[in-house]
């Protein structure tokens, strides 16, 4: 568009012809004059369509709201007795000269210019892309990515690299249940969608990458809530030569730098760390809000905490032992002994971190097992035998033989950390398209039913 203006802008051009481009927020007419706020990505501003414009009237007067226009006018100072306090641009309007109508709106099915959080759900996602426009959905999208930017520049000027791991892959034993691609390459196959890059990661740290970082899709088939959905993005980190006290201080130094600098205090630094027995004791959970009453009205504030010493393992229904967080960790080093001889196992803590912050878990992670013997050590506990070890970890132990460097890493989860930032209470508030309670999409229909065609070549028969 020939020397379009943003509207956060316009102040630098008092006196000037420009022009805009954006929605129609909302329309005043009033008689003689229209009055018509003009909507950007950067921002709103005033237009005017003085009487002596007879055409620009006649074309101001058929707007409505959510038109999309381009606007050639002139930028004038506003009287200071109608500057609106705290309005963006409210020293400045627009003396409209032309009207170009990019194109027509219908009536939308809810308001947008109010919080659109109590409109019913359904109607809210089917439309999510009007939803959008809305000044709240417009920060909390814009945050996340704000947040997503800086943890990547901090992560850069660290020496990470940043790498993807497949999407299709091997169901890992992470704890929740899978998300099943069909293969029609191999009829009867089934990939499945991961639930986090626990195993690539700990492969980039075998293959010599050293500080490895990802904005990672997470997918678990879990029950949804509402902070936590099928699908979920984490900042997944990896590093080489670590023990816990390296990961827990990077991170700690990242989540200061990145919200700190977008405008947050933290409640107490460094982050207080408590054990998990003392958690459990003081608070009855593994996460917590240290927030006083007072604190927790001011949006800005930031308890973090970190949580250590959990339990390796616990018992399941059936009275075998499974892994409380991570198969892939570490025992704190005075424990890997009674791991290795298989004794103590209610009493075998794990190096897990937990990041919680303000009531939520922001983030976890461990030191792993880089060497075989410890990983196999605690899949012998979980009472897998020597050929089940073999087909599910087999690849890992066979890596680890090659000159694992030792690491840990840890994850953070972008959703959570975003409702702490924005004090958003669901998730959906944060994400650009997410599923409904029901589990289907945003504005388009999945899950849905597969052809009759896609099914034989996939091989699948359904069972009615
Ligand atoms: N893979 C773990 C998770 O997604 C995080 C980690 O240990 O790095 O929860």
């Known amino acids: 568009m020939k020397n379009r203006v943003y509207i956060k802008d316009l102040k630098d051009h008092v006196g000037k012809e420009i022009t805009i481009a954006g929605w129609v927020d909302v329309r005043r007419d009033q008689g003689k004059m229209v009055f018509f706020d003009m909507r950007d990505v950067t921002g709103k501003v005033q237009c005017v369509a003085l009487p002596s414009r007879a055409d620009v009237i006649e074309k101001g007067k058929e707007i409505r709201p959510e038109w999309v226009l381009e606007i050639t006018g002139i930028v004038n100072k506003r009287p200071e007795k109608n500057i609106k306090a705290g309005v963006l641009n409210g020293e400045v309007e627009m003396e409209v000269i032309g009207i170009e109508i990019l194109n027509k709106a219908e009536t939308l099915p809810f308001d947008i210019t109010t919080d659109t959080s109590v409109i019913n759900e359904d109607t809210r996602l089917k439309y999510r892309y009007l939803d959008l426009r809305s000044d709240r959905m417009q920060k909390n999208i814009r945050m996340r990515s704000e947040f997503v930017k800086r943890v990547r520049e901090f992560l850069f000027s660290k020496m990470f690299t940043e790498i993807e791991t497949p999407l299709l892959t091997e169901s890992t034993p992470e704890g929740s249940r899978d998300f099943v691609v069909p293969s029609r390459i191999n009829p009867g196959n089934f990939y499945a969608l991961p639930q986090s890059p626990q195993q690539y990661k700990q492969l980039l740290m075998v293959g010599g990458m050293e500080k490895y970082f990802q904005i990672a899709r997470a997918l678990r088939d879990e029950d949804l809530r509402a902070d936590r959905g099928f699908e979920h993005t984490q900042v997944d980190v990896e590093m080489s030569f670590v023990e816990m006290e390296d990961v827990m201080n990077l991170i700690e130094e990242m989540m200061t730098t990145v919200v700190e600098s977008m405008g947050f205090k933290i409640k107490q630094k460094p982050f207080p760390r408590i054990t ?6 003081k608070y ?18 930031l308890a973090y905490a970190w949580v250590v010493n959990f339990p390796f393992f616990e018992k399941t229904d059936e009275g075998k032992w499974t892994f409380t967080h991570n198969p892939f960790s570490m025992p704190i080093p005075e424990h890997i002994d009674w791991l290795m001889k298989g004794e103590n196992i209610e009493n075998i803590l794990t190096t897990q971190y937990d990041l919680v912050c303000n009531g939520y ?5 461990s030191i ?25 970890i087999g690849h890992m132990l066979e890596a680890f033989k090659y000159g694992a460097p030792s690491h840990g890493g840890i994850a953070l989860g972008v959703e959570r950390n975003l409702m702490n930032l924005t004090g958003e209470s669901y998730l959906r508030e944060v994400v650009a398209f997410p599923m409904t309670r029901g589990g289907k999409t945003a504005v388009m229909n999945a899950p849905k039913s597969l052809e009759e065609k896609q099914l034989k070549e996939l091989g699948i028969k359904l069972v009615k």
């Open 276 to 281: 998990y027995k003392e958690s459990m004791s």
């Open 284 to 301: 009855g959970a593994d996460k917590f809000d240290m927030r006083t009453e007072e604190e927790k009205k001011d949006k800005n504030i």
């Open 361 to 365: 878990e922001s983030g976890g992670g």
């Open 368 to 392: 792993r097992a880089h060497k075989p013997e410890i990983l196999e050590a605690t899949y012998k506990v979980m009472g897998y035998s020597q050929e089940e070890i073999k087909d599910r």
